[in-house]
């Protein structure tokens, strides 16, 4: 098991779901405010668009730990 991964399931759960915040919705609003324009939308709109899609990893997530 490499490092990473043990490193991020050694935190609390409240811990994981910041840390995955921090990595995600950055990357989506990003994403999506460079996508936006060639899919026909507003920047700002593909921005909010690409902080919904982030928030879909963070979602199956708490699922999977409520199982």
Not at 2 to 13: A, G, M, V
Not at 15 to 39: K, M, R
Not at 50 to 64: C, E, H, I, W
Request: no cysteine.
């Amino acid at each position: 098991m490499s490092l990473l991964p043990r490193w991020f399931t050694s935190k609390s759960f409240a811990a994981q779901l910041v840390i995955l915040a921090l990595v995600f919705d950055p990357l989506g609003f990003v994403g999506g405010y460079l996508l936006g324009p060639s899919l026909g939308v507003e920047p700002i709109v593909g921005g909010a668009f690409g902080l919904v899609a982030a928030s879909v990893p963070m979602s199956l997530f708490v699922m999977q730990r409520s199982v």
